[in-house]
Protein backbone atom coordinates (compact mmCIF):
# COMPACT_ATOMS: atom_id res chain seq x y z
CA UNK A 1 0.00 0.00 0.00
CA UNK A 2 1.19 3.14 -1.20
CA UNK A 3 2.02 6.12 1.82
CA UNK A 4 0.31 9.18 1.10
CA UNK A 5 2.63 12.06 0.08
CA UNK A 6 1.55 14.01 3.22
CA UNK A 7 2.82 11.55 5.82
CA UNK A 8 5.38 9.87 4.00
CA UNK A 9 7.08 13.60 4.28
CA UNK A 10 6.11 13.97 8.09
CA UNK A 11 7.55 10.74 8.82
CA UNK A 12 10.80 11.97 7.12
CA UNK A 13 10.88 15.11 9.11
CA UNK A 14 9.84 13.12 12.19
CA UNK A 15 13.45 10.45 11.68
CA UNK A 16 15.69 13.39 10.25
CA UNK A 17 14.59 15.63 13.90
CA UNK A 18 15.38 12.23 16.02
CA UNK A 19 18.38 11.64 14.53
CA UNK A 20 19.67 15.10 14.68
CA UNK A 21 17.94 16.50 18.00
CA UNK A 22 16.31 13.37 19.66
CA UNK A 23 15.89 15.40 23.21
CA UNK A 24 14.83 18.69 21.59
CA UNK A 25 12.24 16.11 19.74
CA UNK A 26 11.09 14.73 22.54
CA UNK A 27 9.60 16.96 25.01
CA UNK A 28 9.75 15.91 28.74
CA UNK A 29 6.44 14.08 28.67
CA UNK A 30 7.60 12.49 25.81
CA UNK A 31 10.39 11.45 27.43
CA UNK A 32 9.35 10.45 30.21
CA UNK A 33 6.52 7.96 27.93
CA UNK A 34 9.42 6.48 25.98
CA UNK A 35 10.90 5.67 29.09
CA UNK A 36 7.92 3.78 30.29
CA UNK A 37 7.55 2.02 27.56
CA UNK A 38 11.58 1.11 27.39
CA UNK A 39 11.01 -0.61 31.03
CA UNK A 40 8.39 -2.85 29.53
CA UNK A 41 10.23 -5.73 28.96
CA UNK A 42 7.15 -7.27 27.06
CA UNK A 43 7.76 -4.50 24.35
CA UNK A 44 10.77 -4.58 21.77
CA UNK A 45 12.28 -1.61 20.53
CA UNK A 46 10.71 -2.23 17.10
CA UNK A 47 7.30 -2.43 18.89
CA UNK A 48 8.09 0.96 20.85
CA UNK A 49 9.71 2.56 17.51
CA UNK A 50 6.28 1.96 15.61
CA UNK A 51 3.65 2.84 18.24
CA UNK A 52 5.87 6.17 18.19
CA UNK A 53 5.99 6.58 14.37
CA UNK A 54 9.79 6.35 14.01
CA UNK A 55 12.27 4.03 12.89
CA UNK A 56 14.17 1.20 14.60
CA UNK A 57 17.57 2.68 14.06
CA UNK A 58 16.26 5.85 15.83
CA UNK A 59 15.00 4.29 18.49
CA UNK A 60 18.08 2.40 19.51
CA UNK A 61 19.87 5.34 19.46
CA UNK A 62 17.79 7.36 21.86
CA UNK A 63 17.94 3.88 24.16
CA UNK A 64 21.37 4.47 23.88
CA UNK A 65 21.56 8.24 24.97
CA UNK A 66 19.17 7.54 27.84
CA UNK A 67 21.97 4.67 28.72
CA UNK A 68 24.38 7.11 28.55
CA UNK A 69 22.78 9.73 30.51
CA UNK A 70 22.07 7.33 33.51
CA UNK A 71 18.31 7.15 32.93
CA UNK A 72 17.72 3.51 32.25
CA UNK A 73 20.44 0.06 32.32
CA UNK A 74 21.44 -1.51 29.34
CA UNK A 75 18.73 -4.34 30.62
CA UNK A 76 16.33 -1.95 30.55
CA UNK A 77 15.74 -1.11 33.94
CA UNK A 78 15.24 2.76 35.29
CA UNK A 79 17.43 4.29 37.29
CA UNK A 80 16.85 6.39 40.25
CA UNK A 81 16.89 9.61 37.86
CA UNK A 82 14.91 7.88 35.24
CA UNK A 83 12.23 7.19 37.79
CA UNK A 84 12.54 11.23 38.91
CA UNK A 85 11.60 11.57 35.44
CA UNK A 86 8.50 9.48 34.89
CA UNK A 87 6.84 10.61 38.60
CA UNK A 88 7.44 14.32 37.51
CA UNK A 89 4.36 13.91 35.29
CA UNK A 90 2.49 14.58 38.28
CA UNK A 91 -1.12 14.28 37.61
CA UNK A 92 -1.76 10.27 36.14
CA UNK A 93 -5.13 9.66 34.16
CA UNK A 94 -7.34 6.89 35.53
CA UNK A 95 -6.64 4.50 32.72
CA UNK A 96 -2.66 4.78 33.08
CA UNK A 97 -2.11 5.23 36.81
CA UNK A 98 -1.91 1.45 37.28
CA UNK A 99 1.37 1.50 34.73
CA UNK A 100 2.83 4.70 35.86
CA UNK A 101 3.36 4.51 39.78
CA UNK A 102 4.39 1.27 39.40
CA UNK A 103 7.82 3.00 38.48
CA UNK A 104 8.08 5.01 41.16
CA UNK A 105 10.66 5.07 44.14
CA UNK A 106 9.71 3.33 47.47
CA UNK A 107 7.78 5.85 49.52
CA UNK A 108 7.23 8.60 46.73
CA UNK A 109 3.52 9.73 47.81
CA UNK A 110 0.65 9.12 45.73
CA UNK A 111 -2.48 11.90 46.63
CA UNK A 112 -5.37 10.41 45.38
CA UNK A 113 -9.20 9.41 45.83
CA UNK A 114 -9.32 13.37 46.27
CA UNK A 115 -12.31 15.04 46.64
CA UNK A 116 -13.23 19.30 46.42
CA UNK A 117 -16.42 20.17 47.55
CA UNK A 118 -17.20 24.05 46.23
CA UNK A 119 -19.99 25.70 47.26
CA UNK A 120 -21.26 28.11 44.60
CA UNK A 121 -21.55 31.80 45.41
CA UNK A 122 -23.60 33.15 42.97
CA UNK A 123 -25.64 30.85 40.17
CA UNK A 124 -29.13 31.22 38.42
CA UNK A 125 -31.63 29.39 39.96
CA UNK A 126 -31.10 26.32 37.93
CA UNK A 127 -27.40 26.44 36.39
CA UNK A 128 -27.66 23.38 34.87
CA UNK A 129 -30.40 24.11 33.13
CA UNK A 130 -27.84 24.61 29.92
CA UNK A 131 -28.09 21.80 27.09
CA UNK A 132 -24.96 22.63 25.24
CA UNK A 133 -22.64 22.04 28.52
CA UNK A 134 -22.74 18.52 26.83
CA UNK A 135 -21.22 19.66 23.42
CA UNK A 136 -18.67 21.28 25.40
CA UNK A 137 -16.87 18.79 27.28
CA UNK A 138 -15.42 15.75 27.51
CA UNK A 139 -17.22 12.72 28.90
CA UNK A 140 -20.70 14.01 29.70
CA UNK A 141 -23.06 12.04 31.49
CA UNK A 142 -25.89 12.09 34.03
CA UNK A 143 -25.88 10.37 37.33
CA UNK A 144 -29.47 9.45 38.39
CA UNK A 145 -30.05 10.12 42.52
CA UNK A 146 -32.95 9.26 44.27
CA UNK A 147 -34.35 13.21 44.61
CA UNK A 148 -32.28 14.89 42.10
CA UNK A 149 -29.23 14.16 39.71
CA UNK A 150 -25.57 15.13 38.89
CA UNK A 151 -24.00 15.59 36.30
CA UNK A 152 -20.46 14.51 35.17
CA UNK A 153 -18.26 15.32 32.82
CA UNK A 154 -14.40 16.05 32.28
CA UNK A 155 -11.70 19.51 32.19
CA UNK A 156 -8.44 19.49 31.39
CA UNK A 157 -8.71 15.12 32.71
CA UNK A 158 -10.08 16.36 35.76
CA UNK A 159 -13.49 14.56 37.03
CA UNK A 160 -16.46 17.22 37.54
CA UNK A 161 -19.45 16.65 38.84
CA UNK A 162 -22.51 18.97 39.69
CA UNK A 163 -25.25 18.98 42.47
CA UNK A 164 -27.84 21.77 43.07
CA UNK A 165 -24.89 24.10 45.68
CA UNK A 166 -21.70 22.90 44.30
CA UNK A 167 -18.85 21.85 42.17
CA UNK A 168 -17.58 18.39 43.10
CA UNK A 169 -13.60 18.56 41.85
CA UNK A 170 -11.74 15.38 41.32
CA UNK A 171 -8.20 15.16 40.54
CA UNK A 172 -6.16 12.25 38.81
CA UNK A 173 -3.59 10.45 41.22
CA UNK A 174 -0.76 13.08 41.76
CA UNK A 175 2.76 11.71 42.30
CA UNK A 176 5.21 13.79 44.45
CA UNK A 177 8.34 13.08 47.16
CA UNK A 178 6.83 14.86 49.67
CA UNK A 179 2.76 14.77 50.55
CA UNK A 180 2.67 18.75 51.18
CA UNK A 181 3.81 18.92 47.56
CA UNK A 182 1.96 16.43 46.38
CA UNK A 183 -0.86 18.73 48.18
CA UNK A 184 0.44 21.78 46.41
CA UNK A 185 0.34 20.15 42.83
CA UNK A 186 -3.60 19.02 43.17
CA UNK A 187 -3.96 22.63 44.82
CA UNK A 188 -2.49 24.07 41.30
CA UNK A 189 -4.81 21.39 39.10
CA UNK A 190 -7.84 22.73 41.11
CA UNK A 191 -7.02 26.60 41.03
CA UNK A 192 -6.75 25.44 37.21
CA UNK A 193 -9.89 24.11 36.56
CA UNK A 194 -12.15 26.48 38.92
CA UNK A 195 -12.30 29.80 36.09
CA UNK A 196 -12.80 26.98 33.97
CA UNK A 197 -16.05 25.57 35.67
CA UNK A 198 -17.25 29.23 36.23
CA UNK A 199 -17.38 30.14 32.63
CA UNK A 200 -19.10 26.92 31.67
CA UNK A 201 -21.68 27.52 33.88
CA UNK A 202 -21.75 31.65 34.40
CA UNK A 203 -21.64 31.25 38.17
CA UNK A 204 -18.73 32.08 40.79
CA UNK A 205 -16.92 29.70 42.78
CA UNK A 206 -14.32 32.34 44.17
CA UNK A 207 -15.38 36.41 44.39
CA UNK A 208 -12.87 38.47 45.80
CA UNK A 209 -10.24 36.13 47.07
CA UNK A 210 -13.16 34.40 48.76
CA UNK A 211 -13.73 30.89 48.28
CA UNK A 212 -15.70 28.12 49.96
CA UNK A 213 -14.01 25.16 49.54
CA UNK A 214 -14.37 21.78 51.43
CA UNK A 215 -12.15 18.37 51.43
CA UNK A 216 -14.39 15.75 51.34
CA UNK A 217 -12.29 13.06 50.64
CA UNK A 218 -8.41 12.50 50.38
CA UNK A 219 -5.80 9.31 50.83
CA UNK A 220 -1.94 9.80 50.71
CA UNK A 221 -0.40 6.72 49.85
CA UNK A 222 3.36 6.12 50.01
CA UNK A 223 3.88 3.36 47.63
CA UNK A 224 6.20 0.46 47.94
CA UNK A 225 6.15 0.74 51.49
CA UNK A 226 8.39 -1.64 53.64
CA UNK A 227 5.75 -1.99 56.36
CA UNK A 228 3.25 -2.64 53.61
CA UNK A 229 6.06 -5.52 51.72
CA UNK A 230 6.13 -7.39 55.45
CA UNK A 231 2.21 -7.75 55.66
CA UNK A 232 1.84 -8.40 51.67
CA UNK A 233 4.12 -11.50 52.92
CA UNK A 234 2.22 -12.45 56.34
CA UNK A 235 -0.94 -14.20 54.88
CA UNK A 236 -2.91 -14.23 58.61
CA UNK A 237 -2.23 -10.71 58.86
CA UNK A 238 -2.25 -9.17 55.42
CA UNK A 239 -5.18 -7.24 55.18
CA UNK A 240 -5.41 -5.98 59.30
CA UNK A 241 -3.08 -3.34 59.39
CA UNK A 242 -5.70 -0.51 60.79
CA UNK A 243 -4.90 2.36 62.97
CA UNK A 244 -8.13 3.81 64.31
CA UNK A 245 -8.07 7.12 67.00
CA UNK A 246 -9.73 7.41 70.57
CA UNK A 247 -13.46 8.36 68.01
CA UNK A 248 -12.61 4.89 66.88
CA UNK A 249 -12.03 6.54 63.20
CA UNK A 250 -9.48 4.97 60.83
CA UNK A 251 -6.80 7.37 60.35
CA UNK A 252 -4.26 4.75 58.67
CA UNK A 253 -3.76 1.57 56.76
CA UNK A 254 -2.42 -0.94 54.55
CA UNK A 255 -3.75 -1.34 50.84
CA UNK A 256 -2.78 -3.22 48.09
CA UNK A 257 -5.98 -2.58 45.42
CA UNK A 258 -3.71 -1.39 43.11
CA UNK A 259 -1.44 -4.60 43.44
CA UNK A 260 0.98 -2.24 45.05
CA UNK A 261 2.48 -2.66 48.70
CA UNK A 262 0.71 1.16 50.22
CA UNK A 263 0.83 2.82 53.64
CA UNK A 264 -2.11 5.12 53.50
CA UNK A 265 -3.49 7.94 55.92
CA UNK A 266 -7.48 8.21 54.75
CA UNK A 267 -9.11 10.48 57.32
CA UNK A 268 -11.05 13.03 55.60
CA UNK A 269 -9.19 15.83 57.56
CA UNK A 270 -6.44 14.59 59.05
CA UNK A 271 -5.16 12.58 56.26
CA UNK A 272 -2.23 14.90 55.44
CA UNK A 273 -0.98 15.91 58.89
CA UNK A 274 -0.83 11.89 59.94
CA UNK A 275 0.91 10.92 56.69
CA UNK A 276 3.68 13.94 57.15
CA UNK A 277 4.21 12.34 60.51
CA UNK A 278 4.76 8.94 59.24
CA UNK A 279 6.56 9.53 56.76
CA UNK A 280 10.03 10.64 58.34
CA UNK A 281 9.88 7.62 59.99
CA UNK A 282 10.31 5.67 57.07
CA UNK A 283 12.76 7.75 55.62
CA UNK A 284 14.90 7.79 58.55
CA UNK A 285 14.60 3.66 58.31
CA UNK A 286 15.49 3.58 54.73
CA UNK A 287 16.37 -0.18 53.94
CA UNK A 288 16.44 -1.16 57.83
CA UNK A 289 12.63 -0.94 57.74
CA UNK A 290 12.11 -4.17 57.38
CA UNK A 291 14.14 -5.55 59.99
CA UNK A 292 13.09 -2.29 62.31
CA UNK A 293 9.41 -3.47 62.13
CA UNK A 294 9.75 -7.21 61.65
CA UNK A 295 10.89 -7.85 65.55
CA UNK A 296 7.38 -6.22 66.47
CA UNK A 297 3.93 -8.46 66.99
CA UNK A 298 1.00 -6.99 64.66
CA UNK A 299 -0.61 -4.85 67.60
CA UNK A 300 2.83 -3.82 68.28
CA UNK A 301 2.95 -2.13 64.81
CA UNK A 302 -0.44 -0.59 64.90
CA UNK A 303 -0.13 0.78 68.53
CA UNK A 304 3.52 2.44 66.98
CA UNK A 305 1.71 4.42 64.43
CA UNK A 306 -1.13 5.09 66.92
CA UNK A 307 1.48 7.08 69.08
CA UNK A 308 2.87 8.76 66.22
CA UNK A 309 -0.18 10.28 64.54
CA UNK A 310 -1.73 11.16 67.87
CA UNK A 311 1.53 12.29 69.87
CA UNK A 312 2.82 14.34 66.11
CA UNK A 313 6.13 14.84 68.19
CA UNK A 314 8.10 11.44 68.44
CA UNK A 315 11.72 10.75 68.33
CA UNK A 316 13.18 9.09 65.05
CA UNK A 317 14.40 5.78 65.26
CA UNK A 318 17.94 6.73 64.68
CA UNK A 319 17.42 9.16 67.54
CA UNK A 320 16.83 6.25 69.95
CA UNK A 321 19.53 4.62 68.71
CA UNK A 322 21.89 7.97 68.78
CA UNK A 323 20.45 8.44 72.56
CA UNK A 324 20.91 5.05 73.54
CA UNK A 325 24.87 4.92 72.02
CA UNK A 326 24.93 7.95 73.84
CA UNK A 327 23.65 7.03 77.06
CA UNK A 328 24.94 3.69 77.31
CA UNK A 329 28.97 4.24 77.93
CA UNK A 330 27.39 6.94 80.59
CA UNK A 331 25.57 4.37 82.56
CA UNK A 332 29.03 1.81 81.60
CA UNK A 333 31.31 4.33 83.32
CA UNK A 334 28.57 5.10 86.25
CA UNK A 335 28.47 1.16 86.93
CA UNK A 336 32.17 0.86 86.82
CA UNK A 337 32.37 4.03 89.49
CA UNK A 338 29.86 2.14 91.82
CA UNK A 339 31.71 -1.15 91.78
CA UNK A 340 34.83 0.55 92.13
CA UNK A 341 33.31 2.87 95.06
CA UNK A 342 31.77 -0.49 96.70
CA UNK A 343 35.73 -2.08 96.77
CA UNK A 344 36.77 1.21 98.61
CA UNK A 345 34.22 0.85 101.20
CA UNK A 346 34.62 -2.36 101.88
CA UNK A 347 38.65 -1.89 102.04
CA UNK A 348 38.20 0.98 104.61
CA UNK A 349 35.58 -0.26 106.86
CA UNK A 350 36.69 -2.44 109.07
CA UNK A 351 35.27 -5.93 109.44
CA UNK A 352 32.71 -6.14 112.41
CA UNK A 353 33.99 -7.40 115.32
CA UNK A 354 32.57 -10.98 116.48
CA UNK A 355 30.27 -10.25 119.82
CA UNK A 356 32.25 -11.41 123.06
CA UNK A 357 30.31 -13.70 124.88
CA UNK A 358 29.08 -12.30 128.20
CA UNK A 359 30.31 -14.71 131.61
CA UNK A 360 27.94 -15.17 134.39
CA UNK A 361 28.08 -12.55 136.85
CA UNK A 362 29.96 -10.02 134.95
CA UNK A 363 26.45 -7.86 134.23
CA UNK A 364 26.21 -5.01 136.76
CA UNK A 365 23.53 -5.25 138.94
CA UNK A 366 21.85 -2.61 138.07
CA UNK A 367 21.62 -3.64 134.30
CA UNK A 368 20.18 -6.78 135.71
Not at 73 to 89: D, F, P, W, Y
Not at 164 to 185: C, F, G, N, Q
Not at 244 to 255: A, F, G, H, P
Not at 269 to 287: R, T, V
Request: glycine share 2%; with cysteine; proline share 4%.
Amino acid sequence: MKVPQEEHVQKKLNHVHFRVHPYEYYTKKKRAEVLKQLSDLTLNLSDIAMQRNVSSSSMHRFFKRLIKDGLITQERELTEAGMNIVHKSVVVSDDVHNDVHSYQKVDTTRLHDLQFKIRILTKKKDYRANKIISMKVNDYKIIDLKNNYQEQFYVNDVKIRTTTKSILVMPSDVYADRPREAAIRALNVLFDVIPKVENLFNIKLIKDKYCNIEISRQHYALIHNELAKLYKKDKKYKNAFKVVDKSLETRLIIDFSQNIPEFEAVHKIHAHDDIEAAKPIFDDLGQKAKPYFDDLKHEEKQDYFRNVIEEKKHYLPSEVSASIDAIFPILKEVAYAQQNQTKLMQALIPKPLKPMPIRKGTIPDYIQ
